[in-house]
């Protein structure tokens, strides 16, 4: 029986001792898995199944939702098919149902491309490509773009990582997102900023790190701290085993969503996931963290996951 989402490529090397390995997928170019010495550190599914929330996939060329579908380019609207019907949004970009092609592919590395075509709503070529590499501190994710339109392009993008220790229940995990900031919203669409400590418990301050069995969040998070030219997030056991999910600044929001029902392998599961974006949600109609590339231009952009505690 074929995978629905298509050919599965495995990565693997040798991290501190340990074996570390992880399974990209051809549809979306999902991070179906990564496990470091037998634990996962992110939410996995079978190779027979399809993912559950968006899970683990790339979005492009846009993350969260379009509100309604419709955003204005050159004075004309542009009507992008709908895709979320029960709230009547395009969702989660052009690339979430398409195969990629394989550029490379060694024992630690694999290197995906798929072109976005002109298509309803989007009336541009670009030439995107994401790199899964294995390193000695962890994974190492790379997008790039590219605009071969003939006029400039507009941009942005995300992944869709949930962050796992294994089995560990939300009870003994503590997850910690370094945001000062986060967008009010309605209905899922980010309207105006502010801090976070004027926000109530549906997105609350998680510098400090909070246990995830408290948390309902899905909101789109700004005002990340960047040390050393990236921002850390986290989700660590009682013991400060687990996983680091870090993005460079070409990622400055991030969403938060920590589902109470994940359909996990074993049954539903309160998990969280940690998206890196180059923008927030419906940024085709806000311009908030949009990028516009020129015709020939390229935009390239850095994520990852670390084992930490072991």
Known sequence: ????????????????????????????????ELVYDGVDLVEPFPEHARPAKAQGIVLA???????????????????????????????????????????????????LAATIHPQTGWPFLLDTTVSYELTDDGLLVTHEATNVSTERAP???????????????????????????VFNAE???????????AMDASAPDLRAGRRLAELDIDHNYAGLEFVG????????????RGAELWQDSA???A????????????????VAAIEP??????????????????????????WGIDPVGF
């Open 277 to 302: 974006m180059s923008a927030p949600a419906n940024t085709l109609n806000s311009g908030t963290g949009l990028v516009w590339l020129e015709p020939g231009e390229t935009w390239i952009g850095h």
């Open 155 to 181: 941009w942005s993008c995300g992944a869709h990582p949930y962050l796992a220790v294994g089995d560990t229940p939300a009870e003994r995990l503590t997850f910690t997102v370094p945001a000062a900031r």
């Open 61 to 111: 060329p846009w993350g969260g939702r379009v509100a309604g579908g419709d955003w204005q380019h050159g004075g004309t609207t542009q009507r992008l098919a709908i895709t979320e019907r029960d709230r009547g949004n395009a969702s989660h970009g052009l690339l979430r149902f398409a195969p990629y092609r394989v550029l490379e592919h060694t024992e630690a590395k694999v290197v």
């Open 229 to 240: 030219g990236v921002a850390t997030s986290s989700l660590l056991d009682d013991v400060g």
């Open 1 to 32: 029986m074929r995978p629905p989402t298509g050919q599965q490529f495995t990565i693997s090397r040798t991290v501190d001792g340990r074996r570390l390995h992880a399974t990209i997928t051809e549809v979306a170019a999902g991070l179906r």
């Open 187 to 197: 209905g899922l669409i980010p309207t105006d900023e502010t801090l976070v400590d």
């Open 255 to 270: 969403v938060v969503f920590t589902p109470r029902d994940f359909p996990a392998t074993a049954g539903p599961k309160h």
């Open 251 to 253: 990622f400055p929001f």
